[in-house]
């Protein structure tokens, strides 16, 4: 299994009966995967806030639960995180967040160990799929021992990779509901009083982390001691093997005290080794044992086994390399994608564009270069808005947003409440694609299916717009550029806030069929390279002229439309 359907596979077989996430690679799969279990009520929440407070709900109700994000979804979700750490749990609650160190698919690479630290909750980490599986049914016990949420923090590498696990069965664990509002009312009153339970049980914790087995000792050659987790402990193992002492850290919070003391002091030379910050180097200092970590090893992006046996003054490993150079493949949108043709009009235009996170975000790359900005989900709306009202008249004719459907439904909706309330001329592009695209397909609740893909209710965009006080709403087809170019200059030139609503399903949907290739007539093409500046995949220039890939194309006709001498047809 790859790591995030055996924490799936944890999940089901510790009992979890109610599971509530917003897809984010790397953490998309681990509710997929939980969605195969006809047992588990599995669901796509709005966003991470959402699904957290849901599963906080199902703990409280006395069945086990779980959510799952990536680590800027964690931030969304910090609201209600940090308050569960003082209501705890009734039945176990666990928490999967997966980091992106190198941020193959992300806008940082921050590290959801502070966040454990600074809610004062437990975190295991897995360093394969074995323990993957392991820690989540682990989780789920030690939640309700502990009487709090459990983290379990993921990687890309761990989270993809694949490694043999071997399953077992479902055993399900119910508690009963019971009033206790001391407990779970977090007025001032009741909180005060939970601080004091909060830093009790991080005690209790770290003394479990001295003896529990989630850590272990690995002892070889005295000379040399290393402290890792995670990842970098599949890359320690590939790099020495057994020839040096390993302290393996499975509870990565809290970290044990005497436990670490012992190992250093059997070992002559220590190295901590870690990705990101130097959260177990900076306990080990603190604790009072000498440790040489970040001025060897960064806390800037992924390591790997090459990179630690240098910094260790140790030749790489020889490995099977390509006989040929691989050309590089940077990301770009597909062939026939219905944000192409808007993103076009807007840099025709030189529209001053504020972005948002999705694969519509690959706007801003050559040729089309359309995006002035991308910060994190839904800040295009918010930002828009104080774009505007920051320069007033100097920008509110030729600056827009877009958003994606899914994005929209996650973050975008209070920035335009807030246009509408406070007023700015701002003109909002809601790119509808019918989909969560960039995770690879999930469903959101405009598209009128549940996870499942049985229907559910849907969320008319329009009716949304209108129904908090956008008057101008309008619904445009990305794949016709000359009405997409009337709707944004006439919402642009309206002196009131406005919905361009952008509107074609993702070509890759198994329910969008391909029109036949187009051809280009090279008789006709006269070389002007006008067809190039769309930035289609399937368009190319071979001896001279235009050529369509018929292998890439799905005939959305676009093209035709840019080529002044109709040299574009089937």
Known sequence: MIGNEAVARGLYEAGVGVMSSYPGTPSTEITEFEAKYDEVYCEWAPNEKVAMEAAFGASLAGVRSACAMKHVGLNVAADPLFTISYTGVNAGMVICVADD???????????????????????????????????????????????????????????????????????????????????????????????????????????????????????????????????????????????????????????PIRRIKDFSAKVKKLYVIEELDPIIETHCKNIGVEVIGKELFTNIGEFSQGYIAAQLGMPEKACVSADTAIPNRPPMMCAGCPHRGMYYVLAKNKITVLGDIGCYTLGAVPPLNALDMTLCMGASVSGLHGFNKALGAESEGKTVCVIGDSTFMHSGMTGLVNIAYNGSNSTVIILDNSITGMTGHQQNPTTGYNIKGDPASKVSLEAFCSAIGIRRVRVVDPYNLDECEKAVKEELAANEPSVIISRRPCVLLKSVKAKPALKVDADKCRSCKKCMKFGCPAISIKNGKARIDATLCVGCEVCMQLCPFDAIGR
């Open 101 to 255: 160190p190198g941020m193959h698919s992300s806008q940082n690479e921050q590290d959801s160990r502070h966040y454990a630290i600074a809610a004062k909750l437990p975190m295991l980490e897995p360093a394969d799929s074995t323990e993957a599986l392991r820690f989540a049914k682990e989780a789920f016990k030690l939640s309700e021992r502990f009487d709090a949420p459990f983290f379990i923090r993921m990687c890309t590498r761990i989270a993809h990779s694949q490694s043999a696990v071997e399953t077992g069965e479902r055993t399900c664990s119910a508690k009963p509901y019971v009033k206790d509002p001391a407990k779970y009312i977090m007025m001032p009153a009741n909180a005060k009083k939970r601080h004091p339970v909060v830093e009790q049980r991080t005690l209790d914790l770290t003394e479990f982390a001295e003896t529990c087995d989630l850590n272990r000792e690995e002892y070889g050659d005295g000379e040399i001691g290393i402290i890792t987790s995670g990842t970098c402990y599949q890359y320690v193992k590939e790099i020495f093997g057994d020839s040096v002492s390993v302290l393996k850290l499975g509870m990565i919070n809290p970290l």
